[in-house]
Structures are given as structure tokens and as C-alpha cells.
């Protein structure tokens, strides 16, 4: 049995490297707009805060939102006001997936570039599709 991130703050990386090996981080960008995998850096906008919603979902808040969780947007993921969004995430051989509850919208990027929007589809099981948890102090 696999075992989803404790709760906790993270990081959360997209296995795939930009086009100049760069490190891609899921991004908060304010309440209801796309959130974004850009460079990886220290800043407080791409650290999340994983919480436990049931046995088998999690919610995640960003750091400088509290009142806010990720959330799908019209086409793409976004923040919104909390009110139970929940994914379900799952660590597969090749890093962690994460989909809906239902486990049928995946998260990923279609371009592994700077500011590419998060979007959802299909588990292609590549790393566009796949996520590492780097806990925070």
C-alpha cells in the first residue's frame, strides 16, 4: 500500500525538468486565478499546506492564503474560498499523482516551461503527470 504525504507544508515539484533542467514548483497566484508551475524558489507562494479531509483525500492550502484551497477552476486549477476540495494523492513508482476524489482528472502540465498553467486530464503515467512533496520546516 502506498502512502499519500503526511499533513504538513510542502513544496510540490513536477517530476519533469524545464527545457534548461530547472526544477518546476506548483505556484499560488491570488483567489481565482490559475495556479502555475514556475521555477522553483524559496518563496512562500509555492509552499502548500497538505491537511487530512478524510481517510482517503487531502485538501491543500497555499501558505499565504489560508482561507483559500486549490480548487478546478474553468480550465485550469485554481484557489478558491475552502469549502471541502479535496484530491486524492498517490505515490507511484515514478513520484506522486494527484486526481479529483474520484480519481478521474489528473494534475499535470502540458508544458513542463516556466509559468505553464496546471491543468487536468488523463493519467498519461509520464512525468508531466507526476509530483515529489518536499517537506517544509
Given amino acids: 500500500m ?3 504525504p503526511a ?11 524545464s527545457p534548461n ?6 505556484t499560488y497566484n491570488g483567489l481565482d486565478q490559475p495556479l502555475t508551475v ?5 518563496s512562500s507562494h509555492q509552499r502548500w499546506i497538505v491537511q487530512d479531509h478524510d481517510q482517503n483525500t487531502k485538501s491543500l492550502v497555499p501558505v499565504d492564503a489560508t482561507a483559500l484551497q486549490a480548487a478546478w477552476g474553468a480550465d485550469c486549477a485554481t484557489a ?22 474520484v480519481g478521474t482528472a489528473f494534475w499535470g502540465v502540458a508544458d513542463a516551461v516556466d509559468n ?5 486530464g488523463s493519467d498519461t503515467g509520464d512525468e508531466k503527470h507526476r509530483w515529489s512533496f ?3 520546516l
Fill in 2 to 4: 502506498t502512502k499519500p
Fill in 7 to 17: 499533513p504538513g507544508t510542502y513544496v510540490i515539484v513536477n517530476k519533469a525538468l
Fill in 21 to 26: 533542467n530547472e526544477r518546476l514548483a506548483i
Fill in 38 to 42: 514556475n521555477i522553483k524558489t524559496d
Fill in 80 to 101: 478558491l474560498p475552502a469549502h471541502s476540495y479535496v484530491w486524492t494523492i498517490t505515490e507511484t513508482d515514478s513520484g506522486y499523482s494527484i486526481q479529483d476524489g
Fill in 116 to 120: 505553464a498553467p496546471l491543468v487536468a
Fill in 134 to 136: 518536499e517537506r517544509v
